[in-house]
């Protein structure tokens, strides 16, 4: 009964290739999130969906392709993958309230690209 | 858009000393403002929130204090313990957005 599951948990694979990274949420939030989280632990946000719409788009570069097909769930597709991809990717749910909303993570994707 | 800094980047304290970790925001339209601990190889999660409409909050030792003419809020440990030792994260948020700002967060080492 996890509130907001991601796979794989941990990625390893070469650079060049192309991975993808599924997330679901059963908390029934109208937005999910990709964060990144590297080596010195900043969480940097990504993308951002509400209800399979995009309302946040960081400067990511276009090999990072995020896909909604709807509002439980919320993939990332990586293109053409680099050393510096390598990252931890955390998935994450919210729900607006007037009084503000809280966000939950996902485990996190462990990506090493070699 | 939001700019949250987050100070000190580390910490290490004696167990049962009190620890204070302290963020500033610049978006006046925040109104949410929520601490997460992260351990060593987990996600972050929720530990405490405050909103705006509240000046202070607390929860068995930890408590967060929110000063919004100055745009800071703090997170205070109190009888530290070893098992308080996490990266902690300070974050703001709108509720007119989906969007969180997170602080760049706070290595805390209680040494035993």
Redesign the interface.
């Known amino acids: 009964d996890t509130a907001v599951s991601q796979t794989p948990k941990y990625l390893v694979t070469q650079m060049g290739n192309d991975k993808s990274i599924k997330c679901e949420q059963n908390l029934g939030h109208d937005t999910m999130y990709w964060y990144k989280q590297d080596s010195k632990k900043f969480l940097k946000i990504m993308f951002s969906y509400n209800n399979k719409e995009l309302i946040i788009n960081e400067t990511v570069p276009n090999r990072f392709s995020p896909k909604s097909p709807d509002k439980a769930h919320l993939n990332l597709h990586i293109n053409s993958l680099e050393l510096g991809d390598s990252a931890v990717y955390f998935c994450a749910s919210s729900q607006v309230f007037s009084s503000g909303n809280t966000i939950y993570f996902g485990e996190g994707s462990w990506l090493t690209v070699v | 858009g939001e700019n949250v800094e987050q100070h000190p980047s580390t910490l290490s304290v004696q167990e049962g000393d009190s620890a204070v970790i302290k963020c500033t925001y610049s978006d006046s339209a925040s ?2 403002f ?1 601490w997460y601990k ?1 351990e060593l190889g ?5 530990i405490i ?1 405050i ?1 705006s409409n509240v000046g202070e909050k607390k929860d068995q030792r930890i408590a967060v204090t929110l000063n919004k003419t100055a745009k800071h809020f703090s997170l205070h440990i109190t009888e530290t313990q070893p098992e308080d030792s996490a ?1 902690y ?1 300070c ?1 703001a ?1 709108s ?1 007119t ?6 602080g ?2 706070t ?1 805390l080492t209680v040494i035993p």
């Open positions: 109104n949410y929520p992260q987990k996600r972050p999660q929720l929130d909103r990266v994260f974050a948020s509720s957005g989906n969007q969180f700002y997170f760049t967060g290595s």
